[in-house]
């Protein structure tokens, strides 16, 4: 059996009940949800029955110049499909999220490799330190503005 995406009208509805006031939009397949409330909506999706979300495949972070948008990809091993959810961040300075860690042990590198290359941190998260860069290296290499 082929594993399945779930579209964002679908998650939509679901994650809106779920986690009222976390929804801001679908799009394409595509699940925004409002930055502050991004660990809530992975919680939910994780521990929802009929969701099951017990893979976090990747979180990755692209630079807009005028703001940042992650990227969530989210499988469910046991039910067979997949969910991309994105959010968005505004601006270049102090730009933080709530960690997914305490859901996916996984998340440990890849928050901590968008924390030292792109500069967005993730509070709660408990070793918030650089992965790849030494510390004290000056600035985050992979941001736009980054000269």
Same mark, same amino acid.
């Given at each position: 059996?082929?594993?399945?995406?779930?579209? #964002?009208? @679908?998650?939509?509805? /679901?994650?809106?009940?779920?986690?009222? &006031?976390?929804?801001?939009?679908? %799009?394409?397949?595509?699940?925004?949800?409002?930055?502050?409330?991004?660990?809530?909506?992975?919680?939910?999706?994780?521990?929802?029955? #009929?969701? @099951?979300?017990?893979? /976090?495949?990747?979180?990755?972070?692209? &630079?807009?110049?005028?703001?940042? %948008?992650?990227?969530?990809?989210?499988?469910?091993?046991?039910?067979?499909?997949?969910?991309?959810?994105?959010?968005?961040?505004?601006?270049?300075? @102090?730009?933080?999220?709530?960690?997914?860690?305490?859901?996916?042990?996984?998340?440990?590198?890849? %928050?901590?490799?968008?924390?030292?290359?792109?500069?967005?941190?993730?509070?709660?998260?408990?070793?918030?330190?650089?992965?790849?860069?030494?510390?004290?290296?000056?600035?985050?290499?992979?941001?736009?503005?980054?000269?």
């Amino acid at each position: 059996m082929a594993v399945q995406q779930l579209s #964002g009208s @679908d998650l939509s509805s /679901l994650v809106g009940a779920g986690v009222p &006031d976390s929804v801001e939009r679908e %799009e394409d397949g595509v699940l925004w949800v409002k930055a502050p409330k991004i660990a809530d909506v992975c919680g939910f999706m994780k521990s929802d029955a #009929g969701l @099951d979300f017990n893979f /976090l495949n990747s979180i990755s972070a692209v &630079d807009y110049i005028n703001h940042f %948008e992650l990227v969530y990809h989210l499988t469910s091993l046991n039910k067979r499909h997949t969910a991309i959810v994105k959010t968005r961040l505004d601006g270049r300075e @102090d730009l933080s999220l709530p960690s997914v860690y305490h859901l996916w042990r996984g998340a440990d590198f890849q %928050e901590r490799e968008i924390w030292d290359l792109m500069g967005v941190s993730f509070s709660g998260h408990p070793n918030m330190k650089r992965i790849m860069l030494w510390e004290g290296f000056e600035g985050h290499p992979l941001r736009k503005d980054y000269l």
